[in-house]
């Protein structure tokens, strides 16, 4: 919850964490930019009967192209 800025010893009722959660995730995805929505998280492909994990997957509506995130190795692809 350190991410969130609240104190490990803090009682926190669950609406106010969802809220901090919320507008937390809120504030990545307008960072991403406009019309971003998250799609998957660990999903994996096979190429070459080889698994891989994209770590994030994010759709974009207005040009209609998904974007996957894989923090190791930067950008995989769009």
Do not use: C, W
Not at 46 to 65: H, K, M, P, W
């Amino acid at each position: 919850m350190e991410f969130l800025q609240i104190q490990p010893d803090t009682h926190v009722y669950e609406g106010e964490l969802e809220q901090a959660l919320i507008d937390h995730l809120q504030h990545f995805l307008l960072e991403l930019g406009r019309g971003f929505s998250f799609v998957a998280r660990q999903k994996r492909f096979t190429l070459d009967g080889q698994d891989f994990f994209i770590d994030l997957v994010f759709y974009n509506y207005y040009s209609a192209r998904t974007a996957y995130r894989h923090y190791r190795k930067g950008l995989v692809g769009k």
